[in-house]
C-alpha cells in the first residue's frame, strides 16, 4: 500500500492507446510510454510499470527506474520474468478478467460433448428420426481442478444447470460458492463426469494430471483444460484417450503452444483443439486493462491492490 502523495508515474509499455486510456480514467497519474526494446533514455524515472505478460527485451533497465509497482497484463505470470523483478517491487496481474469468456466456453465445451453438437446435425435424410441418446448436464458432476475466478464462475454456471459441484485447490481458503464440496485430488477425479483444469501453472502443478490420476478418473469422463497444457501430462492423456477411460478432451491450451505439425492431439477423434482462445469476447483486452486500471486508483489513494502474485509460489 501507497501513502497518498504526489501523483505516481506510470511507465507504459503497451503503447498509446493504454495510455490514453490510463490517463483519462486516472487523472491524478503521469503516463509515460516507454518502448518495449531498445535502450532507455537517460533520466526516465517512474513508480508504476504496466508491461507486457512475457515482459520486453528492456525490463531489467526500467525496473531500476524507481519502479515499486509492476503490473503484467495478463491473468497469469507463468510467462512472466519474475527472476528479473528486484525483491522489493510488487507485481500484480489482472487475474480474473477473463473469467466470465472462459467460463461460458466451458459451458459450451460441456454441451457440446452432452448433446453431441455437431454430430447430431443432418444434412440428410438419417435412419431414424426424433430418434438419439443425448446426455445433459442435470445430475452430472463437475470437478474443478482449481478454484479461482475461472472456477468459480465456472461453477456458477454449471450449479444454475442443476450440477453437483466439488473441487480441489492448494490452499485453505474457503469455497468460493457456498455449493461448491471441497475434495481431494483422488476424490474429485474418482467422481466427475467433467473434468476442468483450471489452476494456475507452476512447478508444483505441471503434470498435475499425469498416468497416476489419470489411472483414477471416472471412466468416460470428458476433460476440458482452459489453463495451461503443462498441467497435464499430454502423452498419458492420449493414451487414457485411446481406452476409452477419457471420452473426450476439450483442450483450449497445449504444451507447447503452439504445437507443431503433425502433433497427434490435432487428429485425435476424442480430442476438441482450439488454438488458446477461450478468453476472447467483446471487450476482452479492455478488461484486462480495466484491473490495471482500477489497481492505480487504489494505488494513488493509498489502498492495498488486487492480483497481487505471490512470487514465490508462482501466482
Known sequence: MRAAADPP?????????AAKRIAA?????????V???GPVRDGLEGEVLLTLPWGT???ADV???????????????????IDVLPDDVCLTC?????????????????????????????????????MAELGGLEGRTLGLIGAGGIATEVARRALAFGMRVSFVRRTDA????????RRSLPDVLAAADHLVVAAPSTPATRHLLGAEALAGIKPGVHVVNVSRGSLIDQAALIEALDDGRVARATLDVADPEPLPSGHPLYAHP??????????????????????????????????????VVDRVAGY
Open 94 to 130: 489482472s487475474r480474473g478478467a477473463s473469467a466470465v469468456p472462459i467460463a461460458e466456453f466451458v459451458l459450451a465445451a460441456m454441451l457440446a460433448f452432452e448433446k453431441q453438437v455437431p454430430d447430431v446435425w443432418v444434412r440428410e435424410p438419417p435412419k431414424r428420426w426424433a
Open 9 to 17: 508515474t506510470v511507465l507504459n509499455h503497451l503503447g498509446g492507446d
Open 57 to 59: 527485451p528492456n525490463l
Open 35 to 37: 518502448p518495449a526494446d
Open 270 to 307: 476424442r480430442v476438441r483443439l482450439s488454438p488458446h482462445v477461450s478468453w476472447s469476447a467483446p471487450g476482452a483486452l479492455g478488461r484486462l486493462l480495466d484491473r490495471f486500471i482500477d489497481n492505480l486508483r487504489a494505488y494513488v489513494a493509498g489502498e492495498p491492490l488486487t492480483g
Open 25 to 33: 480514467a486516472v487523472p491524478d497519474a503521469r503516463v509515460v510510454d
Open 63 to 81: 525496473v531500476v527506474r524507481g519502479v515499486r509497482w509492476v503490473h503484467s497484463l495478463s491473468t497469469g505470470v507463468d510467462r512472466f520474468p
Open 174 to 181: 474457503l469455497s468460493p460458492l457456498p455449493a461448491m464440496q
